[in-house]
């Protein structure tokens, strides 16, 4: 059969017009708000004409629809307005967050006034945020010396940090599970002093102590373009996403150029596979001599359950079943669960996306994994309130870029310093934002040139580089720490489950990094990927609505929306569209029916010949980043949507 490709914000999507609103309307609303108000204040304070054009417009009423070719292209390429800062930072995660708090900090203890942006493409702070997540809270610590950030957080987000009481570690066969003594186990994996929390609460909570102190957050827009000087040597700033055209790739009547936001130094937060960063690390050559990243999917869901079956504080892991049946089965991955006060379990799947069975469906494993009869007790009686997945950097020490370059710097999952043995990242995250705050501190300082707080404007050749961050990050526990288990997961990848799980012991017990070798990796995932005619296709069984749901039905607890009259946002790449048709289904069985855990790809029958064409529901979508990572030959471009789109998360 022949595949044609169909790029579509209808299909089998989850998304309706009535959720809009309630989904991203408010928030989304209320930041570009914030953002006209930002605008006038800069526009009389600083008698700035082209600022006080964009207040002008910004609600007045265009007329686009009959518009002839030439007019749009006009329109659409028309001029944008700019706003300069000291500091900005695109993505309000955890590395993000503390970035902008450590800046703020340390203009107060200088005593000198910098502004601090930051943007994020979810419709809130947190809404974007999807992670296990047993915390480390070390690095929170550092930042805010003294600050009971616990109790804060459940004052101010009603969310509970729940100190870890029961750390369990389980080998699972399909019938029977087997613990694991935790004297056995590396001590990297010892999660005692831990905390079960929501990484997005704690975003939230993050977010309003940086706006507290001075920092301008604007949910609700998405970077997506960067911007360079006139050589393309050093990074100026980003361009937010037009809004408002339609899929016809015409301007709406409600259509708004995007904003260039100019800074002398742009912190790129994006967290894993962020599409800026991508191509920064492409233009500036930042990981010449490095490995090639690697990735994992982490897909997870949340539950509610009776208080009879709650334990406060439980964690357990899981190696083995569903995704090792054999000794040396190369799949890498496990699953998690974790009980948070006051009634709440963290479930999930993680899998490494350099798997070799196209047949692999994660979600259906994550599905079949609740039904091990040692796991599903932990179900019991509960309902299941929120779901989300998310790719996360398992290629650890060796696959880290070099971290800054002319007029800004790589920090959190945007560079990768997720540790795949601890299960963690969000602590090196926070950390690397810390001391990437104080490098461009120290670099804006001591540049002589004069703020822009003080001065409302950006010397046009300011290009430099906060040389310090890398040498900062080199020196801290985070390359320790990282450095410990850096062959980690190659072991796996090369030599299976066992010898792995053998490797990994005697790393962590005995060599602790400090073996003369490195096992570097030299592919893309998606090469990982074998031919079909070498497997068996997997049969799941059907899911029961209680314990285990289709996708579709789970979908519609991440809150996902997307406007449907938009240009879709993922796009076959030039030059790659016969991959579908020569490739992917032919060789690899269509796997990007089976790997996305939002239903964003399927082939669909012509009922009138014997092609198939590949339908991209795109409103589908909850930004996991899988497809541009696993999809034979890369065939996909992932480009953000307008902003405010997305998943919605609340408890992740």
């Known amino acids: 059969m022949n595949a044609r490709i169909v790029a579509t914000t209808s299909g089998i999507a989850i998304n309706r017009q009535i959720r809009r609103f309630a989904n991203i309307g408010t928030s989304t609303f209320r930041s570009q708000f914030k953002f006209q108000q930002s ?47 000291d500091v900005l930072i695109v993505g309000g995660g955890p590395s993000g967050l503390a970035a902008s708090i450590r800046l703020k900090q340390l203009c ?18 947190g809404a974007h945020i999807l992670s296990g997540n047993v915390f480390d809270s070390k690095a929170l610590e550092e930042l805010l010396p003294g600050v009971d950030w616990k109790a804060e957080l459940e004052e101010k987000q009603s969310s509970h940090a729940t100190s870890v009481t029961a750390d369990e570690f389980l080998l699972l066969t399909q019938e029977k599970s087997y613990s694991i003594p935790s004297f056995l186990l590396p001590k990297q994996l010892d999660n005692h002093g831990n905390h079960v929390i929501s990484l997005g609460q704690l975003c939230r909570y993050l977010g309003e102590m940086a706006e507290e102190m001075g920092v301008e957050v604007y949910p609700g827009f998405a970077a997506s373009e960067v911007l360079y000087n006139a050589d393309k040597t050093a990074v100026r700033g980003i361009a937010t996403r037009d809004m408002g055209i339609g899929k016809d790739g015409k301007p709406k009547d409600t259509f708004e150029r995007g904003v260039e936001l100019h800074a002398r130094q742009t912190l790129f937060a994006e967290g894993a596979r962020g599409s800026c960063s991508e191509e920064l690390i492409g233009h500036f050559n930042l990981r010449e001599g490095k490995s090639e990243q690697t990735y994992g999917m982490g897909i997870k869901e949340v539950w509610e359950i009776p208080e009879e079956n ?72 509960g309902t299941c309130i929120s779901y989300g997945a998310r790719v996360l950097n398992e290629g650890g020490l060796h696959a880290i870029p070099k971290l800054s370059f002319k007029g800004g710097c790589l920090i ?20 690397s934002g ?21 001065m409302g404007e950006i010397a046009e050749d300011e290009g430099i580089e906060a040389l310090a961050f890398e040498e900062k990050m080199k020196s801290s526990w985070v390359y320790d ?21 053998a490797y990994t012991g005697l790393s962590a017990y005995f060599i602790k990094g400090r073996e003369p070798w490195t096992l570097a990796h030299t592919t893309h995932d998606a090469d990982s ?34 406007d449907d009259d938009q240009e879709a946002h993922l796009r076959v790449k030039p030059g790659l569209q016969n991959i579908p048709e020569s490739v992917s289904m032919q060789k690899y069985a269509a796997p990007e029916q089976r790997f996305c855990p939002a239903g964003v790809y ?49 408890v992740m």
């Open 39 to 85: 605008l006038r204040t800069r526009c009389f304070s600083s008698n700035n004409d082209a600022v006080f054009r964009y207040f002008k417009n910004f609600n007045a009423p265009r007329q686009f629809s009959s518009s002839s070719d030439d007019d749009v292209e006009d329109i659409l390429n028309s001029p944008r307005e700019s706003m300069p800062f």
């Open 108 to 125: 107060v203890e200088h005593d000198i006034d910098l502004s601090v942006c930051v943007m994020e493409k979810g419709s809130e702070i």
């Open 412 to 431: 959190g999952c945007s560079a990768g310093f997720l540790n795949s043995v601890k299960i963690k990242g969000s602590h090196t995250a926070i950390k």
């Open 434 to 454: 810390a001391l990437a705050g104080e490098a461009v501190f120290e670099t804006l300082r001591g540049s002589g040139q004069e703020s822009v707080s003080e």
């Open 310 to 381: 709650f334990k406060s504080g439980f964690v357990q892991h899981t190696l083995g079943y569903p995704l090792q049946s054999t000794w040396n089965d190369k799949t890498f991955g496990g699953t998690f669960l974790y009980h948070q006060e006051p009634n709440l379990v963290h479930a999930g799947l993680v899998i490494g996306l350099d798997y070799e069975n196209p047949y692999i469906n994660p979600y259906k494993e994550f599905q079949r994994w609740k039904e091990h009869p040692g796991i599903k007790k932990n179900f019991e009686g």
């Open 481 to 501: 720490e990282l450095y410990e288990v850096r062959n980690t997961h190659q072991a796996f990848a090369r030599w299976g489950f066992l010898p792995g799980l």
């Open 529 to 562: 990927t074998k031919e079909a005619k070498d497997f068996e296709p997997i049969t799941y069984s059907a899911p029961d609505g209680v314990l285990s749901f289709d996708l579709l039905t789970n979908l519609q607890r991440s809150g996902t929306y997307h």
């Open 602 to 650: 399927e082939y669909v029958s012509d009922e009138k010949s014997d092609d198939s064409k590949l339908v991209i529901n795109a409103q589908n979508c909850v930004h996991c980043k899988c497809c541009s990572i696993k999809m034979p030959g890369e065939y996909i471009d992932w480009t953000v949507p307008e902003g405010g789109g997305g998943p919605n998360y609340q």
